[in-house]
């Protein structure tokens, strides 16, 4: 079966620009979540949506949101860039998102802010 | 604030050694994952761990979930230059539907 799709694999902005990341998931899968992934702190857990709702979220500032569709592809939206937001921003779709499910990733989407 | 700590975060070795990479928190995990992540591409799943004590082997890697389900271990035997890579473990807490990432151990065999 096809796997997590995101779009775009790489992207530039500006800084105070904004950006809208995309996530297909595995057919099926209802839930969706969204990570971003620095040198310095790792991979970080953004949020995850279930059915349209979104469920979890990480400690990030409001700049960063997301949302999800009835068909449980998923977008992710940064406001105002700052350079500290360029990272690898990963999603990755689950049957249902919990405990112990299996997480399977995109790809990716390399965000460089100038 | 990372809840999980691996060590060592860099390891390069030969050929054939064996290692062992360590998961450690103060927090108790409901399951535990185990990925291995390569340049340009999002983290690949390779195991997944429930209970305490579990063991599971994937081939030349064996993986351990502590007794009281705050830590976990990954062994790997006679390593070869294909098991490099970036390796993460990952646990959720409760039934929340939030995965919390270890620091990473950047893994490379060289021949």
């Known amino acids: 079966k096809a796997g997590v799709t995101q779009t775009p694999r790489y992207l530039i902005k500006t800084r105070g620009q904004q950006v809208t990341l995309s996530c297909s998931p595995i057919s099926g899968h209802r839930s969706v979540s969204w990570y971003q992934q620095t040198p310095g702190q790792g991979l970080q857990f953004l949020f995850e949506?279930?059915?349209?709702?979104?469920?979890n979220k990480g400690n990030f500032p409001g700049r960063f949101s997301g949302r999800q569709f009835s068909n449980s592809r998923s977008e992710m939206n940064v406001s105002t860039l700052e350079l500290g937001d360029s990272a690898l921003y990963l999603c990755?779709?689950?049957?249902?998102?919990?405990?112990?499910?299996?997480?399977?990733f995109g790809p990716g989407t390399r965000l460089t802010v100038t | 604030t990372q809840l999980l700590e691996q060590s060592p975060q860099f390891l390069s070795i030969q050929e054939g050694e064996n290692l062992t990479v360590y998961c450690n928190s103060s927090s108790v995990f409901s399951s535990l994952q185990w990925y291995r992540q390569e340049p340009g591409e999002g983290p690949v799943l390779l195991v997944t761990?429930?209970?305490?004590?579990e063991v599971k082997k994937l081939k030349r890697l064996t993986f351990q979930f502590g007794d009281a389900r705050k830590d976990s271990s990954l062994h790997i035997t006679a390593a070869q230059p294909g098991d490099t890579g970036l390796y993460l473990c990952?646990?959720?807490?409760?039934?929340?539907?939030?995965?919390?990432f270890g620091t990473g151990t950047r893994l490379q065999v060289t021949l």
């Open positions: 949506y279930f059915s349209e709702t979104q469920r």
């Open positions: 990952a646990g959720f807490t409760g039934t929340a539907s939030k995965l919390t």
């Open positions: 990755a779709s689950s049957r249902t998102g919990g405990s112990p499910d299996e997480q399977y």
């Open positions: 761990v429930v209970t305490g004590g």
